[in-house]
Every structure is written in C-alpha cells, then in structure tokens.
C-alpha cells in the first residue's frame, strides 16, 4: 500500500535524502521548502516521479501559507515530518550571538514550527487509516545530555520534545501517533563535515522508524535506529 508523507524542510540535508528515498519507493510525497525555485535537487527528484511529488513553498513557522497548502491538497497524509530546523548560536553564556533575534528564530522554528505544522494538516491526518507526527528533534534537547553551549538549540529541541508529548496525548483519541527523532549526528550543512554518519544513513533509518511506529508507542522519542532515548 502507497504511504503518503509530508516533509517540511525538504529542500537540503536530511529532508532531501527522506524526500528522494520516499519517491524512489514509490510512496507519495508532499514536500515543503521556502525556496523551491532554488530546490534544484528536491525538483529533479520530483519531476521523475511519474506525478507522485508536489512541493510546496512556505515557512515552517508561517501559519497562513501552511493552511493555504492544507486547503489545496486532496486526501489523507498518513507520515508528517517536521523536519525544519536551525541551529542557535553554538557558544556559552558569552556568545553575543544569543540576542533576541536569533533565540527568536530558533524557537519559533524548531518548537513552534512543528506544533504549526500538525495543527494545519491535522484534517489530512484524519483521513488517514495510520496516522503519524515525526518531529525531527535532537538528543542535544534530552535533559540528560549534559551540553555547555548552544543553549537555544538545546532548549528549542526540548521544546519540541514536550510538543511531541502533549500533541500524543491529545491526539491519541484521534488514532494519530505522535514521535519525536533523534536523527544521529549528520554530515549536512548543519551537521557539519565531521559529523558520524551520511544523510542516507540516517533517513533511511528514520523511514524504517516512521514505518513501524504504532499508537502504542505515541509518546516516544527515538534514535535513528529505533533506540528508545530519554526527553
Ligand atoms: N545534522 C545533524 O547532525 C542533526 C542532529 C540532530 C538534529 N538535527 C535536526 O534534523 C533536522 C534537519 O537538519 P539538517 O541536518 O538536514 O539541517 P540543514 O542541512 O541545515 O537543513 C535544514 C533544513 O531546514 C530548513 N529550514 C530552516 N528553517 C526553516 C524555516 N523557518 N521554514 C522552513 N524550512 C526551514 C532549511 O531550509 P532553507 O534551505 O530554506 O534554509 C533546510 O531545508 C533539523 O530539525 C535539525 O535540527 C540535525
């Protein structure tokens, strides 16, 4: 049976490979990025899926745009995957780079992203016969990684951990599965060069989780490879 997933943050890093991975496989794939124009890869990728991918340009955090794009799709969304996400500024307590407006950004993408991203295609979830929210959330958000910089991204992904959590309780009567992710440390532009494994390692493995999870586990946050890890 075709799945049909939504990815925002689509365009590049772990968003692209779950993109290219989802069609190569014949499922179908909404996908969502703010500059499709400049998606080159995320576009090619598309056009050869005999008309099973559609992308979509908007923010993660603009609520509008997201419901504008709920209203245009037709049928269920069985996997969204809130993907989107920055990194704060990566020093201590010094780092000048934690002003108001990059905490700002950082929040509102990677905690507030995802709880704006649920409530706009929650009506294509109801539709759907195994409905499922994957947040892509971070270990670096886990009370019991003991971090001494990037303060914002840690707070932000923890933010997202407890959205994933309060979204699971409310929606478990609706049937929808709710999870956050760890995807393991990525060689992507945030990730970096040095990062332990390739984007394809780690998307395939979040696949392979999106694809077992069960309401029996809403609530849960993952590694990549399916390991139970602490909020
Ligand atoms: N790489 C790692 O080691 C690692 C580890 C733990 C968690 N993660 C998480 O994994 C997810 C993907 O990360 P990545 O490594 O693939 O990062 P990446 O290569 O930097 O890609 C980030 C993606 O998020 C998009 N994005 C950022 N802000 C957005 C916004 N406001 N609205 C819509 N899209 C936005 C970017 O779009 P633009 O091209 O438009 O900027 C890009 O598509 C993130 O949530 C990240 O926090 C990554």
Redesign the pocket.
Known sequence: MTTTYLI?????????EMSRLILQSGDRLYA????PETATELNKFVQESNGRGQIFK????DEETLANIADKIVGGIDVLVC?????SARGGLGDAANNASSVSTVL???TA?PFFTARAFHKHLQQSSAPRICI?????GSQQHQGTSAYFYRAS?AGANNIMVTLANELKADGITVASF?????K????GSG?DIT?NESASGLINQFQALKLANTGSFLNYDGKPLPL
């Open positions: 925002t943050g689509a365009n590049r890093g772990i968003g692209l969502v990025c703010r500059n908007s923010d993660a955090c993907n989107a996400g920055v990194m509102m993408t990677n992203g892509i959330s971070s270990y670096m992904k760890h995807p393991g440390w990525v992507t532009e945030m990730g990062a984007p």
